[in-house]
C-alpha cells in the first residue's frame, strides 16, 4: 500500500482531531488500502452487522424462523435513544423486522431481542465463520449500559449524559476498556463485508437481504458524506460510543466498482457533538477509494 496515502489518511485524521484506522479494499480485484489496518479497535454497534448475519445464518439452516414474532415489553427490554428502546409501550415485531430495526436504525432493543433468541454463541462462531480473525464479540447492548451504570456510579439519565463528557469520568469507563469489551480491526470488518456482497457469509438470498437492511441504515453523516452523489449507493452500519465513531459499509460506483470500507476513530475531545469528527470518516474512506480506483 502508498505510504503517500497512508501519511494523507493519517493528516486528514489529525485535522479532525481524532486518530483513526481503516481499511478499504476492491471487492472484485482485491487491491486494498488502508492504516492501521489490524490495529484492535471498540466495535461498538458495528457488532449488530454479524449479530444480523448469525440470525439469517440460523435461518439458513431452520434454526430460526425470521417471520416469528417476538414480544418486547417495557421495562425489560433493553433501551436507547433509537427505535424500539426509546418507545414506552409493549412492541410485537418479526425477527426479519427486529433486524431491520437493528441495522436501519441501530435499534439496541432489536439487537438484544435478536441476541436473546439465537444465543450469543452464535454470534461468536459466525463472526469465526466469516473470517473475522481478530474479533472478540462478548456483550450485547445491555452489558454495556449495565458496565457504562457501574463504571460510573449511576442509572441517571440526567447524569450519565453529564459524565459521559466529562473526561476524568470517562479515564474509568469500562466499556472504553479494548481488552473487556467487544473489539475488531478495520481488516476483519471489510472480509466480513466482503462475504456478505460476495455470498459467502449465508445463503445468496440471506446476504441479498443483509446488503439491502445495510442500504436502509438512515444516517448520512459519516461514511455516505464522503460519497454525495445520486449514482454512487452506499451501505453500511455505524457504532458509537463517547469519543469513538465509527462505520463499515460498501460503496458501490455507477460503473461496477464495488469497495468494502471499515473507519475506526476515537476523538481527543469528549463532546457529544463532534461534526468534524463524523464528516472524517467519509473523507477518509472516499480517498481511500479513490486510490484504489486510480489502479
Known amino acids: 500500500m ?4 497512508r501519511h494523507h489518511l493519517g493528516s486528514l485524521f489529525a485535522g479532525a482531531g481524532v486518530t483513526g484506522c481503516l481499511h478499504a479494499i476492491d471487492l472484485d480485484n482485491g487491491r486494498e ?16 452487522l454479524p449479530l444480523v448475519l448469525a440470525l439469517f445464518r440460523a435461518a439458513d439452516t431452520g434454526l ?3 417471520a416469528g414474532q417476538v414480544r418486547l415489553e417495557p421495562g425489560t427490554r433493553t433501551s436507547g435513544p433509537t427505535g424500539i428502546g426509546a418507545m414506552t409501550g409493549p412492541v410485537t415485531m418479526t425477527l426479519r423486522d427486529l433486524a431491520h430495526q437493528a441495522l436501519s436504525v441501530s435499534d439496541n432493543a432489536a439487537a438484544d431481542a435478536i441476541a436473546d433468541h439465537i444465543g450469543l454463541g452464535a454470534l461468536t462462531a459466525t463472526a469465526e465463520a466469516a473470517g473475522m480473525a481478530a474479533t472478540r464479540i462478548a ?6 449500559a449495565a458496565r457504562t451504570a457501574a463504571s460510573l456510579g449511576t442509572t441517571d439519565p440526567a447524569q450519565l449524559t453529564r459524565l459521559l463528557t466529562d473526561p476524568a469520568a470517562l479515564s474509568r469507563l469500562a466499556t472504553l476498556d479494548l481488552t473487556a469489551s467487544n473489539r475488531t480491526t478495520a481488516r476483519d470488518c471489510t472480509t466480513l463485508l466482503a462475504g ?11 446476504c441479498s437481504a443483509i446488503r439491502h437492511l ?9 461514511l455516505a458524506s464522503g460519497f454525495p452523489f445520486d449514482d454512487v449507493r452506499v451501505a453500511g452500519k455505524t457504532g458509537t460510543l463517547p469519543t469513538v465513531r465509527n462505520e463499515i459499509g460498501v460503496v458501490e460506483y455507477p460503473d461496477g466498482g464495488r469497495y468494502a470500507i471499515a473507519v475506526f476513530t476515537r476523538s481527543a475531545a469528549t463532546a457529544l457533538n463532534l461534526p468534524r469528527a ?5 473523507t477518509a474512506a472516499r480517498t481511500a477509494v479513490e486510490y484504489l480506483r486510480r489502479g
Open 2 to 5: 502508498n505510504e503517500d496515502l
Open 33 to 48: 488500502a488502508g492504516l492501521g489496518a489490524d490495529t484492535p479497535v471498540l466495535m461498538a454497534s458495528a457488532f449488530k
Open 64 to 66: 430460526a424462523d425470521l
Open 139 to 144: 456483550e450485547i447492548c445491555r452489558d454495556v
Open 196 to 206: 456478505i456482497w460476495k455470498d459467502t457469509a449465508a445463503s445468496p438470498g440471506s
Open 214 to 222: 445495510l442500504s436502509l441504515q438512515v444516517w448520512p453523516h459519516r
Open 278 to 282: 463524523d464528516a472524517v470518516i467519509g
